[in-house]
């Protein structure tokens, strides 16, 4: 085994890396896709992240609040990827807009 992870070490050594990645993931589970599609909108604005996964939970609530009907789509899940540099900023953004 370490025979073979020295042939690989030499062939791709242009590629090996010992460091910390630098990529840092967000978890967030926001009420609606509104509020989903406008933090994809504010962060790839501004560059603080650079991918987004978002899951729909198929749930459907409504209730009463001050005698009106609200209603919400589901829970969704939103998994975003940013850099270890962008992280403060990007988590700054989000408690901003939700």
Not at 18 to 45: C, K, Q, R, W
Not at 74 to 83: A, E, F, K, P
């Amino acid at each position: 085994m370490l025979k073979r992870q020295n042939k690989f070490k030499a062939q791709y050594e242009h590629v090996w890396f010992t460091g910390p990645p630098g990529i840092s993931m967000i978890n967030l589970h926001v009420p609606d896709n509104n509020v989903a599609e406008l933090l994809l909108e504010v962060l790839f604005y501004d560059n603080l992240i650079a991918d987004c996964e978002i899951i729909q939970n198929n749930i459907h609530r409504s209730y009463l609040v001050d005698g009106k009907i609200v209603t919400e789509d589901g829970d969704h899940q939103m998994y975003m990827m940013t850099s270890d540099e962008r992280l403060d900023d990007a988590l700054k953004r989000i408690s901003e807009k939700i």
